[in-house]
Nanobody, 129 residues
């Protein structure tokens, strides 16, 4: 089973950038879909982005398109979230998540990636105004 550890969070000024990383243990990382979710204080956890096992399909929350970019390096067992033009409302704990995708060669709709079943402990991103 894959275990997930996030890093890269911190304090940044509005307009700045951060890159989050999620390192996964386990030999089957390459067959997992990966995603990022976030939870702001007092709010429910929300979907941010996901990437399929091959990296060929990427999905984003509509409100974040153009500012956030997800990528993965299967050789390094790592998924990344590049966050640009950060806003105070991006302040949240960011969670890495995964689900087994089994080298599926089709294309799932975005809601498939809402249902992850493996989670990291999160990394805090704070954007100051």
């Amino acid at each position: 089973q894959v275990q997930l550890v996030e890093s890269g969070g911190g304090l940044v000024q509005a307009g700045g950038s951060l890159r989050l990383s999620c390192a996964a243990s386990g030999r089957t990382f390459s067959s997992y879909a990966m995603g990022w979710f976030r939870q702001a204080p007092g709010k429910e956890r929300e979907f941010v982005s996901a990437i399929n096992w091959s990296g060929g399909n990427k999905y984003y929350a509509d409100s974040l398109k153009g500012r956030f970019t997800i990528s993965r390096d299967n050789a390094k067992n790592t998924v990344y979230l590049q966050m640009n033009s950060l806003k105070p409302e991006d302040t949240a704990v960011y969670y890495c998540a995964a689900r087994e995708e089994g080298y599926y060669r089709g294309v799932y709709s975005i809601d498939y990636y809402y249902a992850m079943n493996l989670w990291g402990k999160g990394t805090l991103v704070t954007v100051s105004s």
